[in-house]
């Protein structure tokens, strides 16, 4: 599996490109910005890109959504809860961002328990609501991408537009501290961390 992790946009986002090496097809988590540095690991590497997820529809992650769109077939998808936030620029605050509004009218809409198959890889979707309310994190045998989830040492703000950091940390707890301690996380921002570190020494899960 190739996973390649670039800083893109104002707020240093993590974008993630992660392909089959046998077909080529992959999938790109969190285009934020910078779609010319991402395109050219794409060209370079001559990957197919299928999808186009959104760990959550925050202005950091989708800002260099439609440059990637026009350049590849790829679908954008993102969970059904947070297209109301990636529908409007003043929710998404891309209005509020240096960089470009981003107001996507469509997006396949992603649920619970979906799965993306692209090449031999299978990315199962999980639901974990609190810092927006369509937030997910995407999990792939031992990798976990968990957006402004779960941040290493940290989690996400639950104080932004359907944000609640009560349920943010429900969700973490519920969700992902049942997967196995060896999981690496690869958060929204930051360094990758591991879910039995967390488990361990995150301050919001004790
Ligand atoms: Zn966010
Ligand atoms: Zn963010």
Same mark, same amino acid.
């Given at each position: 599996?190739? +996973? ?34 991402? /395109? ?6 001559? +990957? ?37 936030? +990636? ?9 509020? /961002? ?109």
């Amino acid at each position: 599996m190739i +996973l390649k992790k670039t800083e893109v946009g104002v707020y240093s986002a993590n974008c993630y490109i992660i392909a089959d090496e046998q077909s080529r097809e992959g999938i790109i988590i969190d285009p934020g910005g910078d779609a010319d540095k991402i /395109m050219k690991f794409v060209k370079d590497n001559k +990957l197919l890109i299928k999808y186009i997820v959104l760990t959550h529809a925050h202005g950091d992650h989708i800002g260099g959504v439609n440059e990637v769109l026009s350049e590849t077939d790829a679908v954008l998808c993102v969970h059904k809860d947070d297209l109301f936030i +990636l529908k409007d620029r003043k929710k998404n605050f891309t209005s509020q /961002m240096r960089g470009p509004i981003v107001e996507i009218r469509d997006a396949k809409l992603l649920e619970d328990g979906d799965v993306l198959q692209v090449g031999d890889m299978s990315f199962k979707i999980i639901h974990t609501p609190g810092h927006s309310p369509g937030g997910i994190c995407i999990y792939i045998k031992d990798v976990l991408f968990t957006g402004d989830t779960l941040f290493a040492n940290n989690i996400g703000r639950g104080d932004l537009i359907g944000g609640d950091e009560a349920q943010l940390i429900r969700s973490i707890k519920a969700r992902l501290m049942e997967l196995p301690d060896a999981t690496t996380a690869y958060p929204g921002h930051g360094p990758a961390t591991r879910i039995g570190i967390e488990r361990m020494t995150n301050p919001y899960l004790k």
